[in-house]
C-alpha cells in the first residue's frame, strides 16, 4: 500500500502466480501493483520512474482510471492523446486532485497492451463522511479484490491477425491456479463471524469480463466506477474490464471456508476443473475456521438467483443528472466495424483509431489552430462547452461484448444493452465510466454526459487487444479552452524531448 505521494518504480521482473514463469512489466515489483490509498479531496504526485529492460517494449505512460483530470489532462497518460511515452532511464510525476471524487479506481499502463503484462493496480479514495458509514455501518473497509487475466506469453504475441486471446488463468489478488498446473496458493480473505464488511471488486481485466461469486453469500452493492448507488442485493456480479463495484458482506453464515469465484467468459478451462481444483477461484475464510480449501461442490453449480442487472442501479442522489434535463445538441451513433484481410482492425465509424506521430496535447500545444487539423484524422470529434453528449453504441458481433470507457467523465447509461425490453432511463441511470455495449444481435447501449471538461479525452473498447486494433475514438472536449485550463508543467514537455532522443527518427 502507498499514499498519495509516491515513487511507483516500473520493471520488469519474472513472476509466476500460477506456477509459470514469465517476464512481467510491474510497479514497485509486484502484481497488481501497490493499492494507492487517498482520501477525498487529496492531491496526487505519483512520480512513475521507468527502469523497464524489455527491449521490445520499454517505455511507459500511466492512466490513472476514473479521474476527470479537471485542469490536467496532461496527466491523463493515454497514448497518442494525452502525452509522449516516458522512455526508460527517465521518471514523469503525474500531479492531479481527486477532486470531490470518492470510492474505488484502478492504474494502469495505456501503452500497447503493456498492462496486459502486469502494469496495473487499485486506488481507493476514502471519505470519512460517506453516507454508508452511517446507514450500513459497516465494520470495516479495507479489502480490495482485483480480477485480473493472466497470460503466459507476452501481450505483443496475443489476438494477432483477428484472432482471440485467451487467458491461462485467473489471478485474484494476484494469486490463481490453471487448469492441470500446480496447486499455487489461492489468496484468502478473512472475515469475522456477524461482521459487516465493504468490499471493493476491481476488475484489472485485459479481456474478459467475470462473473463473480461468494458461495453462501449475498452481496449488497453499494458503489459502480466510483459513483454511490442504491443498494442491490445480488448473488452474482458480472464485471467488465475496467469497472469496479463496492458490496457489503454480511458475515452470517457458519463458520466455515468458502469459494470466492470469477469466472471469465473466455479461457474458462472445463468446469470439473474449475470446482475441484480451485481455478478462477480464492476462500473467503471465517476466523475459527480450519486452514483448509473449501469442499468440492456439486455440479452443477446453482444458477445465480439474483444476479446484478445494470438497470437496477441508481444513484444514491435523487437528483436528476444534468446530461438527462435536456435533448442532446449532440446525439450520434458510433457504429463498429472491421476491416477484412489478414490484419483485421476495429472501425468506428469507418475509421480505425490509430497511434498519431505526435500526441493530440502537444499537437494542441504546438498551435492546432481547429479541431479539423488534428490527427489522425476521421476518430476526432469536437465537443462544444455545455452540449449534452449522447452516444448511440450498437453491438458489434465479432469479439462482443466490448467495454467502453470513457476518459474524462462518468456518463449515464441512458440504455444498457441486453435488456431489449428495458425503456430509456433519463430519470436515475446509473452514472459510471465503463459500460459493455452487450453480446447479443440488436443490443444497443445509449449513455449521455456533459461536456464541462476541456480536453481531449479517449472513448474506447477497454479490451485492450481492441484498442490496439482501432477500436476508439478521441473527443476534443471544448477546444478552443484546453490549452488555457491546463497548464502543462516543464517537465511533460521535457519528457517529449527525452522521448525523442531515445526514438530518433531515421
Ligand atoms: Cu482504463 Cu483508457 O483506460
Redesign the pocket.
Known amino acids: 500500500v502507498v499514499g498519495q505521494n509516491a515513487d511507483l518504480v516500473v520493471s520488469n521482473v519474472v513472476l509466476a502466480p500460477d506456477g509459470v514463469p514469465r517476464l512481467a512489466a510491474v510497479a514497485n515489483g509486484v502484481h497488481p501493483g501497490p493499492l494507492i490509498k487517498a482520501s477525498k479531496g487529496d492531491r496526487f504526485n505519483l512520480n512513475v520512474i521507468n527502469k523497464l529492460t524489455d527491449k521490445h517494449t520499454n517505455d511507459t505512460s500511466i492512466?490513472w482510471?476514473g479521474f476527470f483530470q479537471r485542469g490536467t489532462t496532461w496527466a491523463d497518460g493515454?497514448e497518442g492523446v494525452s502525452q509522449c511515452p516516458i522512455p526508460t532511464g527517465s521518471s514523469f510525476r503525474y500531479k492531479f486532485t481527486g477532486g470531490d471524487q470518492t470510492g474505488t479506481y484502478?492504474y494502469?499502463s495505456?501503452i500497447g497492451t503493456q498492462y496486459c503484462d502486469g502494469l496495473r493496480g487499485p486506488m481507493v479514495i476514502y471519505d470519512k463522511n460517506d453516507p454508508y458509514k452511517k446507514d450500513y455501518d459497516f465494520d470495516d473497509e479495507n479489502t480490495v479484490i482485483t480480477l485480473a487475466d493472466w497470460y503466459h506469453v507476452p501481450s505483443r504475441n496475443l489476438a494477432l491477425n483477428g484472432t482471440a486471446a485467451e487467458a491461462n488463468s485467473t489471478l485474484i489478488n494476484g494469486l490463481g491456479r490453471y487448469p492441470e498446473g500446480p496447486k499455487t496458493p489461492l489468496a484468502v480473505f478473512n472475515v469475522q463471524k456477524d461482521k459487516r464488511y465493504r468490499f471493493r471488486l476491481v476488475s484489472l481485466s485485459c479481456d474478459p469480463h467475470f462473473e463473480f461469486t461468494i458461495d453462501g453469500h449475498d452481496l449488497t452493492v453499494i458503489e459502480a466506477d466510483g459513483q454511490l448507488v442504491k443498494p442491490v442485493v445480488v448473488d452474482q456480479i458480472t464485471i467488465f474490464a475496467?469497472q469496479r463495484y463496492s458490496f457489503i458482506l454480511h458475515a452470517n453464515q457458519t463458520k466455515a471456508n468458502y469459494w470466492i469465484r470469477a469466472r471469465p467468459n473466455v479461457g474458462f478451462g472445463d468446469l470439473e476443473n474449475i470446482v475441484t481444483g480451485g481455478i478462477n477461484s480464492a476462500i473467503l475464510r471465517y476466523v475459527g475456521a480450519p486452514e483448509v480449501e473449501p469442499p468440492v461442490p456439486q455440479l452443477p453449480l446453482p444458477l445465480p438467483k439474483l444476479p446484478l442487472l445494470e438497470p437496477d442501479l441508481h444513484p444514491l442522489s435523487d437528483e436528476i443528472a444534468e446530461e438527462l434535463t435536456r435533448e442532446p445538441d449532440f446525439a450520434r451513433t458510433l457504429q463498429i466495424g472491421r476491416t477484412n484481410g489478414s490484419n483485421p482492425v476495429f472501425t468506428i465509424n469507418g475509421t480505425a483509431w490509430t497511434v498519431p506521430p505526435m500526441p493530440i496535447m502537444l499537437q494542441i500545444l504546438s498551435g492546432a489552430k481547429n479541431v479539423s487539423e488534428l490527427m489522425p484524422k476521421g476518430s476526432i470529434y469536437e465537443l462544444k462547452r455545455g452540449w449534452v453528449v449522447e452516444l448511440t453504441v450498437p453491438n458489434f458481433v465479432i469479439g462482443a461484448p466490448h467495454p467502453f470507457?470513457l476518459?474524462g467523465h462518468a456518463f449515464s447509461v441512458v440504455k444498457s444493452a441486453s435488456q431489449p425490453g428495458e425503456p430509456r432511463n433519463l430519470i436515475n441511470p446509473v452514472r459510471r465510466d465503463v459500460v459493455s455495449t452487450g453480446s447479443n444481435t440488436g443490443d444497443t447501449t445509449v449513455i449521455r454526459f456533459v461536456a464541462d471538461n476541456p480536453g481531449p479525452w479517449?472513448f474506447?473498447c477497454?479490451i485492450e487487444f481492441h484498442l490496439r486494433d482501432g477500436l476508439a475514438i478521441v473527443f476534443a472536449e471544448i477546444f478552443d479552452e484546453i490549452k488555457a485550463a491546463n497548464p502543462v508543467p516543464q517537465s511533460w514537455r521535457d519528457i517529449c524531448k527525452a522521448y525523442e532522443a531515445a526514438h530518433p527518427k531515421a
Open positions: 492512466h482510471h493515454a484502478w494502469h495505456h475496467g470507457h476518459h479517449i474506447h477497454h
